[in-house]
């Protein structure tokens, strides 16, 4: 990839970060206590047609969620591919909310 579509990549991966937490805050969850990987442990610059997000309760495996994005929600900034990756972590975000409160920790 050139200089123009790496940082394309680092802009499109941090308004998804931000994105995260804004739902996370949303959905009154702390988001110091949540860990959110995009794609761990992979290349940083390698072409896929899909994106693996992890959150995860404060490194619990138990207490975690992970749901492939296909790469245009993630690399949309506006529009539908960006309400749908919204959509979808909103959902992620949920189903894990309900799975650390029957563990009764603190969300």
């Known amino acids: 990839m050139g200089t123009s579509d790496s940082s394309t990549y680092q802009e499109a991966l941090s ?3 931000a994105g995260i937490k804004a739902i996370l805050q949303r959905r009154q ?17 390698a072409h896929r047609d899909t994106h693996l997000l992890r959150i995860a ?25 960006h309400e749908n ?11 894990l909310k309900g799975k650390v409160q029957a563990t009764g920790r603190l969300l």
């Open 85 to 95: 990756f919204l959509r979808a972590v909103d959902e992620m975000v949920l189903e």
């Open 57 to 81: 309760y404060n490194r619990h495996e138990v207490l975690s969620m992970q749901v492939a994005i296909p790469h245009e929600w993630l690399m949309g900034q506006a529009g539908e591919d």
């Open 15 to 17: 308004k998804a970060f």
């Open 29 to 45: 969850l702390d988001p110091l206590r949540y860990i959110v990987d995009i794609d761990s442990g992979q290349p940083v610059f």
